[in-house]
């Protein structure tokens, strides 16, 4: 006799503003707070989680639209997440109506791990039992000290061998940073950069030039990830892998990435690209390439597609989503030793601390 699969019953969204310990910036953009939009779907005798980062109008978004169409339906993921592709066709799949389906989507998988009582990655299929991770953060408008001493936390106190630091403000500061970055964590950490667009392709190709000098593996957004001809071309002539795919909303935009050859490993965002169910798809495009991917922050969401994943290289621990999920989530993973292991527990093991997250609550 076949279990009956229940059906959804609700779908609700609300919106946090979590300001920043002090401004940040990177290469091309300056913020002071982050909003994070927070999915809980009730199927049956479980509650799913979901979020992503993104406006607060995702809210009315998933509550009035997305939510509606999958309501009153068995929870069988890839089917609501058909339901919900097709009923957005006419309000354009890229930004902010992605990040409110990967919200949803993701808040679905874990509802189906959870009534399973599996661990999602389970449920997705188990590739491996933990995943590794690089530290992200050095900000352009942190000073040299200040940068040092956020690397020296990641690298001699948290035992993180891979790291990241923000460049693209100017062509002489940048290698700066990169100098002191180096020698600062020593010569065994694997050290990466990530220019967010900024340069033109001619720069990108003169700083490549000095970050092999400084043994730099992993060079994101050297140009505008929209200019595949441009990534194209610097990866023909630099020893560093050019990576890029955050902004990546559907599949056809990987795609394009992939079959242009214009990155070494394609970065995937599970709470932009589509969710879960999107990411897979993303994921085996890069395979057939024989390109690794790597997820692009929401480090607790990323650590169960990184563990379903064969070709899997690392998550990005942001260090504003691991402050914000560590905050606002129960069960949030600890990034100490370079690797996370997603939990036993049923989902993806968190759940909203909602009395810490009430002060941070803003409408619609």
Known sequence: MTASVPAITAVEARAYLVPTRTPEADGTLEWDSTTIVVVHVQAGPVTGLGWTYADVSCVPLIT??????????????PARWSDMQRRIRNLGRPGIVSCALSAV???????????LDLPLCRLLGKARDEVALYGSGGFTNLT??????QLDGWVHKSGIPRVK?????????DVQRVQAARAVVGDDVE???????????GEARRVARELEDYQVLWFEEPVTSDDLAGLAELRRTTTVDVAAGEYGYDLV????????????????DVTRCGGYTEWARAAAVAAAAGLDVSAHCAPNLS???GASTPN?????????????????FDGALDPTGGRVRPGDTAGHGLTLKDADAAEYLIEA
Not at 165 to 173: E, M, Q
Not at 191 to 201: F, I, K, Q, R, T
Request: contains cysteine.
């Open 64 to 77: 009035g639209t997305l939510g509606p169409v999958i309501q009153g339906k068995p929870l069988d993921v």
């Open 105 to 115: 989507d993701t808040a679905l998988w874990d509802a189906a791990a959870r009534l």
């Open 144 to 149: 040299i000290p200040e940068l040092e001493n």
């Open 165 to 173: 630091i923000k460049i693209g403000r100017d062509l002489a500061l």
């Open 191 to 201: 050290l990466y950069v990530d220019a967010n667009g900024a340069y033109s392709p």
């Open 253 to 268: 935009y990987f795609a394009r990435m992939v079959g242009a050859r214009a990155v070494d490993c394609l970065q995937i």
């Open 303 to 305: 650590a169960h597609a």
């Open 312 to 328: 899997f290289r690392h998550i990005e621990w942001f260090a504003d989503h691991d402050r914000i999920e560590t905050l606002l």
